[in-house]
């Protein structure tokens, strides 16, 4: 399946000062896939390493001396064929499971750069804290996410219709059944690749379903796995308390949604795991909403916690996909429970904040663009009233305003309305 991140891959094998990568990004996001696929396209030939699932053979490679030359000439007599830089890519899978193959690619920065190596993995925030060692400097980044609503029309075979979408973004007042269709399909499966192709494949929802919960299950396995107690069972609180956050339109988190009674400080650390491990994303409040940066702006305090994906998060929240897939019911039922996390979701490459003045403006989502800032409601519906972004565009005259509903597209002097499956074109 086609992933726009094989473009900054391709740039990466490219750039004359290149470093060893690490492809970072939650569980079941398609990291492996990806790397295979692009060394399969662009290379002689791949030498792939799972240390998720290490022969002895494999960790006493990296148990002796980690400079390149040692660690290409074991290789080259594991694989069988020579390892020729920019010829062969090396994959380091699941990196972290190996500390000292992490540490090698420090090595390979400095001593070897004539290699291409790409490492990946799955909880690379946690094992790369700011507190270790680890010379973040010595290595290149890259995040992989969850696929996004264009890649999941050209999975289904509709790049035709997303080729005339971008063809036509100045006049987006066309038929538009097909792709509304598409939408409600992706907010039942989300982008987890194995989840797409399921529905590809089968269009068995019962199948969807179980797959969705197998990865949550993954999720929850790693708390017990990688976090001693009693922070895994904290972090297990946070993430089963994600769907309350969300059902009452909370204006930032609530710690009373975990359990009674909870404090800020017992759940710190839960909810940076969370984070770090890429299972939720945290969107910070601003208050001024004029000034940049915008993080510099934001407070640390408040702020909301989103699902890694919206198919997940509808099959964690317990929608029914027959809710889901209904003309209008997702919408008036729910209020708009996943259309948020969708945009949010869409919106993956820009750092995110929200806005609030009082108890009654807020605006769902705020993002620098280059220079601009860009505030951004959420409608899930017809109904498009919103008094917080007349209030927040009244305070600080933005050039650019954007709207996701399902209204049709308009552009009215600067306030952008963007019907809901329309969003890839402006992410």
Known sequence: MYRK?????????????????????ARQ?????????????????????????ASDELKQIFAGSISPKRIVQQLELKFGFAILPEKTLLIFDEVQEIPRALTSLISFCEDAPQY????????????????????MKKVDFLKMQPMDFEEFLIANGEQRLVDFAYKNAND????????????????????MP????????????????????SILQTYIRDFSKHAKEPESTRIKQVFDSLPKQFAKKNDKFLYGAIREGARAREYKLAIEWLTAAGIARRVNLVKCGNRLPL????????????????????????????????KTAIFDEFNGLLAEQYVLQELS???????????????????????????????????VKAQSLKVYRKKYDPELSIRFS??????????LNIPLYYSFLFN
């Open 295 to 326: 993080r510099s702006y934001s407070e640390g305090n408040s702020f909301k916690l989103y699902f890694i994906d919206v198919g997940l998060f509808r099959h964690f929240a317990k929608i029914p996909t027959a809710v889901v897939l209904d």
């Open 406 to 415: 399902l209204q049709p597209f308009e552009n009215n002097n600067g306030m």
């Open 116 to 135: 291409n190596v790409v490492a990946s993995g799955s909880l690379l925030d946690i094992f790369l804290h700011p507190n270790t060692s680890f010379p």
């Open 29 to 53: 996001t398609g990291k492996t896939y990806i790397l295979q696929q692009f060394g399969k396209e662009h290379y002689k030939n791949v030498a792939y390493l799972n240390m998720g699932n």
């Open 172 to 191: 987006l007042n066309f038929s538009t059944e097909k792709l509304y269709d598409y939408f409600k399909y992706y907010l039942v499966t989300g982008g």
């Open 5 to 25: 991140i094989i473009n900054q891959l391709i740039d990466w094998k490219r750039d004359k000062r290149r470093k060893p990568l690490i492809l970072e990004g």
């Open 349 to 383: 490459g820009h750092e995110l904040f929200y806005w609030a003045s009082g108890a009654q403006s807020k605006v769902d989502f705020v993002a620098q663009m280059d220079c601009k800032i860009v505030p951004i409601e959420v409608k899930s519906g017809l109904n």
């Open 194 to 213: 194995e989840v797409v192709q399921s529905w590809i494949t089968d269009q068995n929802i019962e199948k969807v379903e179980k797959i969705q919960d």
